[in-house]
Nanobody
Framework: QVQLVESGGGLVQPGGSLTLSCAAS????????MAWYRQAPGKQRELVAS????????NSVDSQKGRFTISRDNAKNRVTLQMSSLKPEDTAVYYC????????????WGKGALVTVSS
C-alpha cells in the first residue's frame, strides 16, 4: 500500500505560479512511476505529467509544456509539480498518482488538491 498526500493547492491569479507537493509513504518509492492528474469541473480526469524513478519526464498536454514541470526527490519520497503562467482553464483538482513498475495495474491515488486560477 502506498499513501499519497498532496499539499500546496490554493487560489492564484492568472499568470501566477504555484507548486504542488506529494508526499509518499508505505512502500519503496522508486518502485513507482509518479504522476500528476487533474480533473476540472464537469470533465474527465486527465494526465498532466509523469516521471519515472530515474527522472524520465512526460508532459501530456501541449498547452502545459513549458509551463508545468514535474520533479521527484527519491531520498525524500516526494514528487512536485511546478506550475507557472497559470490560466483559468488550469483550475482543477490535482491528484498525485503512483503506478507500480512490477504491475502497472496497481496504482494509488491521493485525495487531491484544489487549484483555482481566478482574479
Amino acid at each position: 500500500q502506498v499513501q499519497l498526500v498532496e499539499s500546496g493547492g490554493g487560489l492564484v491569479q492568472p499568470g501566477g505560479s504555484l507548486t504542488l507537493s506529494c508526499a509518499a509513504s508505505g512502500s519503496i518509492f522508486t518502485w513507482y512511476t509518479m504522476a500528476w492528474y487533474r480533473q476540472a469541473p464537469g470533465k474527465q480526469r486527465e494526465l498532466v505529467a509523469s516521471i519515472t524513478s530515474n527522472g524520465g519526464r512526460t508532459n501530456s498536454v501541449d498547452s502545459q509544456k513549458g509551463r508545468f514541470t514535474i520533479s521527484r526527490d527519491n531520498a525524500k519520497n516526494r514528487v512536485t509539480l511546478q506550475m507557472s503562467s497559470l490560466k483559468p482553464e488550469d483550475t482543477a483538482v490535482y491528484y498525485c498518482n503512483a503506478r507500480s513498475y512490477r504491475d502497472p495495474a496497481v496504482q494509488y491515488w491521493g485525495k487531491g488538491a484544489l487549484v483555482t486560477v481566478s482574479s
